[in-house]
Nanobody, 119 residues
């Protein structure tokens, strides 16, 4: 089974930046569309961004222009650069392949990394 290990979260002030990383096991990483997701307390898991194997990207409106998804296929690592962070960005952040919302409750997720935006 593919292992997903997220890291890079922490406490940051509003307007600050963080860079999240996701180490992915398995040789098929470079062929797989990958995404970042988050879940805030009491809320459903939310899709944020995806990057395809060809490097093309897509962002949900709430993070467009502030977050940048990227990947290093040689290192099997996915990244999320987060700028201009807002308190509403506070959540546990997860990476995974491109997952449809109806699969959220059934697929494997890593432990996630906590991002807290607060002054």
């Amino acid at each position: 089974q593919v292992q997903l290990v997220e890291s890079g979260g922490g406490l940051v002030q509003p307007g600050g930046s963080l860079r999240l990383s996701c180490a992915v096991s398995g040789s098929i990483f470079r062929f797989t569309s990958m995404g970042w997701y988050r879940q805030a307390p009491g809320k459903q898991r939310e899709f944020l961004a995806t990057i395809n194997s060809d490097g093309s990207t897509f962002y949900t409106d709430s993070v467009k222009g502030r977050f940048t998804i990227s990947r290093d296929n040689a290192e099997n690592t996915l990244y999320l650069q987060m700028n201009s962070l807002k308190p509403e960005d506070t959540a546990v952040y997860y990476c995974n392949r491109r997952v449809s919302p109806r699969e959220y409750g059934t697929v494997y997720w890593g432990q996630g990394t906590q991002v807290t935006v607060s002054s």
